[in-house]
């Protein structure tokens, strides 16, 4: 027998419906936020966009809040004077979560060039062999300097941009 | 569907907002756009929004949709003050989103104003599987909440939930 979602109260139109999952499943913050109901404040709004909990309670599932990753960094890079671009951060066993992999992510500004040769790009788009200039090297090392994985070939095993 | 490039006038915006209304197969309205001034959500592009999610303000409608939309709206970058937030973002019935400033637990708006007394959802998101997302630029911010809203709704219209 197929039964009406009881999050659909009385034909709720969608975007209420949705509307009141997201506030009902968010995580409440600023200077308003109490353990009671969402208060809704001008910096923060509802709060923190649970949507694994919106997703959970739209199934009638767990309804726990979703912990904040404690294993994000972020890192700006910086020139170590030689015209190279290093940020090594350290990850610590405090960061690791039993299941949960965790990734890199490099974000550089630069552009396409033809590695046969720059002058002649025409080449690459007959032989291939673009590549993204300037090229990035990402190493996993452990904690005595030995690298696990990594180079520009390992790791991010091909070029990390598209052309066109 | 493009309906300005750039700068538009508010009739086209809710000649749009009609237009999507009026379609079928359409169940979502996203719209990164806004007044530079602030609405107390009762202008004609806020009301067209009503209008669009919402079958009890069809009275006032001059076009009535056929069913349903769910209208996500960028909050805008007027600050957190209240009565910052423009139209269409004011209208009762959108979802207006924010970004985050920063990652933190904490993160607050970067410039957009979140509640206004009205919802606001902003922020940091979390999303199945890939816990947190940072919404930066704010510009991906709407999209991403707009792709979520729908996986809600289906989710919810679903009438067997054990599927």
């Given at each position: 027998?197929l039964?009406?979602n009881?999050l659909?109260m009385?034909?709720a139109?969608?975007?209420?419906a949705v509307?009141?999952?997201l506030i009902?499943?968010?995580?409440?913050?600023?200077e308003?936020?109490n353990?009671?109901?969402?208060?809704?404040?001008?910096?923060?709004?509802a709060g923190?966009?649970d949507?694994?909990r919106a997703?959970a309670?739209?199934?009638g599932?767990?309804?726990?809040?979703t912990l904040?990753?404690?294993?994000?960094?972020?890192?700006?890079?910086?020139?170590?004077g030689?015209?190279q671009?290093?940020?090594?951060?350290?990850?610590?066993?405090e960061?690791?979560v039993?299941?949960?992999?965790?990734?890199?992510?490099?974000?550089i500004e630069?552009?396409l060039?033809?590695?046969?040769d720059?002058?002649?790009?025409q080449?690459c788009?007959?032989?291939g062999?673009w590549e993204?200039?300037?090229?990035l090297d990402?190493y996993?090392?452990?904690?005595?300097?030995?690298i696990?994985?990594?180079g520009?070939g390992d790791?991010?095993?091909?070029?990390?941009a598209?052309s066109? | 569907m493009?309906l300005v490039?750039?700068v538009?006038s508010?009739?086209?915006?809710?000649e749009g907002?009609?237009?999507c209304a009026n379609?079928?197969d359409?169940q979502?309205?996203?719209m990164?756009?806004g007044t530079?001034s602030?609405?107390?959500?009762?202008?004609a592009m806020?009301l067209?929004?009503?209008c669009?999610?919402?079958?009890?303000y069809?009275?006032?409608?001059?076009?009535?949709?056929i069913n349903?939309?769910?209208?996500?709206?960028?909050?805008?970058?007027s600050?957190?003050?209240?009565g910052?937030i423009?139209?269409?973002?004011a209208?009762?019935k959108?979802i207006?989103?924010?970004?985050?400033?920063n990652?933190?637990e904490d993160?607050?708006?970067?410039l957009?104003?979140a509640?206004?007394?009205r919802l606001r959802?902003?922020?940091?998101l979390?999303?199945?599987?890939l816990?947190y997302?940072?919404c930066?630029?704010r510009?991906?911010?709407?999209?991403?909440?707009?792709?979520i809203?729908v996986?809600l709704?289906?989710?919810l219209?679903?009438?067997?939930?054990?599927?």
């Amino acid at each position: 027998m197929l039964e009406q979602n009881p999050l659909l109260m009385n034909n709720a139109a969608p975007v209420d419906a949705v509307r009141d999952l997201l506030i009902s499943s968010a995580q409440d913050r600023g200077e308003l936020s109490n353990n009671g109901p969402i208060m809704p404040d001008n910096e923060y709004g509802a709060g923190l966009l649970d949507v694994n909990r919106a997703v959970a309670q739209a199934g009638g599932g767990d309804t726990a809040p979703t912990l904040f990753p404690r294993y994000h960094r972020y890192k700006e890079m910086v020139n170590n004077g030689s015209q190279q671009l290093i940020g090594p951060f350290s990850i610590t066993t405090e960061d690791i979560v039993a299941g949960i992999p965790f990734a890199a992510t490099v974000t550089i500004e630069g552009n396409l060039i033809c590695a046969w040769d720059q002058n002649n790009p025409q080449i690459c788009d007959i032989l291939g062999g673009w590549e993204w200039n300037p090229d990035l090297d990402m190493y996993l090392l452990d904690d005595k300097g030995n690298i696990i994985s990594g180079g520009s070939g390992d790791i991010t095993r091909s070029e990390c941009a598209l052309s066109g | 569907m493009r309906l300005v490039a750039g700068v538009g006038s508010g009739s086209q915006i809710i000649e749009g907002i009609q237009y999507c209304a009026n379609q079928t197969d359409v169940q979502i309205i996203s719209m990164s756009l806004g007044t530079t001034s602030a609405s107390d959500g009762q202008d004609a592009m806020s009301l067209a929004v009503n209008c669009a999610s919402d079958s009890n303000y069809r009275a006032s409608c001059n076009v009535t949709p056929i069913n349903s939309k769910i209208v996500v709206v960028a909050a805008g970058n007027s600050g957190s003050a209240p009565g910052t937030i423009g139209a269409p973002g004011a209208a009762e019935k959108a979802i207006t989103v924010d970004a985050a400033a920063n990652w933190s637990e904490d993160g607050k708006g970067e410039l957009s104003p979140a509640v206004d007394r009205r919802l606001r959802v902003a922020s940091n998101l979390i999303l199945p599987h890939l816990a947190y997302v940072f919404c930066r630029p704010r510009q991906v911010t709407r999209p991403v909440i707009s792709a979520i809203a729908v996986l809600l709704w289906r989710h919810l219209s679903q009438p067997d939930r054990s599927r």
